[in-house]
């Protein structure tokens, strides 16, 4: 089975940086896709980007493309999220995904984190 524990939330201001990360454990695939989404209070839990183990390729959803960054560490098992230029709309609880194939719906995942909250006050 995979555990994937994300870190790197909390309560900060509009404007400020944040690295979030996920360290994977247990039997993982290499072909494995590792993603973030975000709930809002409220809302529906949306994609956020999502990269390739293999390959390395990214993908991002149009809300966050030019703030936000994702980027693995093969030898760590770890993939994170740089977030800059946080926005109060950031607000969200993070999540870290895996699944066998590539895409941005969160029904291709079948391994979830915990989340990890990231509060942007205005």
């Known amino acids: 089975q995979v555990q994937l524990v994300e870190s790197g939330g909390g309560l900060v201001q509009a404007g400020d940086s944040l690295r979030l990360s996920c360290a994977a454990s247990g039997r993982t695939f290499s072909s494995y896709v590792m993603a973030w989404f975000r709930q809002a209070p409220g809302k529906d839990r949306d994609f956020v980007a999502a990269?390739?183990?293999?390959?390395?390729?990214?993908y991002y959803a149009a809300s966050v493309a030019g703030r936000f960054t994702i980027f693995r560490d093969n030898a760590e098992n770890t993939v994170h999220l740089q977030i800059n230029s946080l926005k109060p709309e950031d607000t969200a609880v993070y999540y870290c995904?895996?699944?066998?194939?590539?895409?941005?719906?969160?029904?291709?995942?079948?391994?979830w984190g915990q989340g990890t909250q990231v509060t942007v006050s205005s």
């Open positions: 995904a895996a699944g066998p194939t590539y895409g941005a719906v969160r029904y291709l995942y079948n391994y």
């Open positions: 990269i390739s183990w293999s390959s390395g390729s990214t």
